[in-house]
T-cell receptor, first 111, second 112 residues
Framework: QKEVEQNSGPLSVPEGAIASLNCTYS??????FFWYRQYSGKSPELIMS????GDKEDGRFTAQLNKASQYVSLLIRDSQPSDSATYLC???????????FGTGTKLQVIP | EAQVTQNPRYLITVTGKKLTVTCSQN?????MSWYRQDPGLGLRQIYY???????DKGDVPEGYKVSRKEKRNFPLILESPSPNQTSLYFC???????????FGDGTRLSIL
């Protein structure tokens, strides 16, 4: 089993819809969780970080964490074509800076 | 401007010719990491450093070396590059434990 699992997609949603991206992980000792957005050929950029169970909202983005079920998700409301990118789930565990990334989900927002 | 700077951005070289990819950050971050990104495999950590003179292996360290003689610099060294090290490489730094990574713009290496 991979340490961090994401559906590779592509996930296609119409403009204005809600995009739901999911990530499951195997290490129960994981402490911190991050969502990064990566445009093709560019470096990852942080979208959201979440550290405790529940929801965290920032503008059109909501991160959800459920440690008991070992999943973290990202909701994008009012999706825009500019949101089309690959979204990487990452988690921190095992001490300082042992960061594990999922392989990413490609999101396509259709105008 | 806070940034992580990698050089070169692109490099085509041949098997066995030693190369160094430099990485520098101006945010006074203690933690720095190197990743490689390959299609279908995502970002994989090569090495990381928690402070000057403190480095540790990530998930895929074979064939790579690093050093951390100064806080701001964290070069990646390929002593004898091979074609399976052709990849997109990212350097990243972090301000502290539990903090997100700040990435450089990436270095695309092609080893023939």
């Amino acid at each position: 089993q991979k340490e961090v699992e994401q559906n590779s997609g592509p996930l296609s949603v119409p403009e204005g819809a809600i995009a739901s991206l999911n990530c499951t992980y195997s290490d129960r000792g994981s402490q911190s969780f991050f969502w990064y957005r990566q445009y093709s050929g560019k470096s990852p950029e942080l979208i959201m970080s979440i550290y405790s169970n529940g929801d965290k909202e920032d503008g059109r983005f909501t991160a959800q964490l459920n440690k008991a079920s070992q999943y973290v998700s990202l909701l994008i409301r009012d999706s825009q074509p500019s949101d089309s990118a690959t979204y990487l789930c990452a988690l921190l565990s095992g001490g300082y800076q042992k960061v594990t990334f999922g392989t990413g989900t490609k999101l396509q927002v259709i105008p | 401007e806070a940034q992580v700077t990698q050089n070169p951005r692109y490099l085509i070289t041949v098997t066995g010719k030693k190369l160094t990819v430099t990485c520098s950050q101006n945010m006074n971050h203690e933690y720095m990491s190197w990743y490689r990104q390959d299609p279908g495999l995502g970002l994989r950590q090569i090495y990381y450093s928690m402070n000057v003179e403190v480095t540790d292996k990530g998930d895929v360290p074979e064939g790579y070396k690093v050093s951390r003689k100064e806080k701001r610099n964290f070069p990646l060294i390929l002593e004898s590059p091979s074609p399976n090290q052709t990849s997109l490489y990212f350097c990243a730094s972090t301000g502290g434990a539990n903090q997100p990574q700040h990435f450089g713009d990436g270095t695309r290496l092609s080893i023939l």
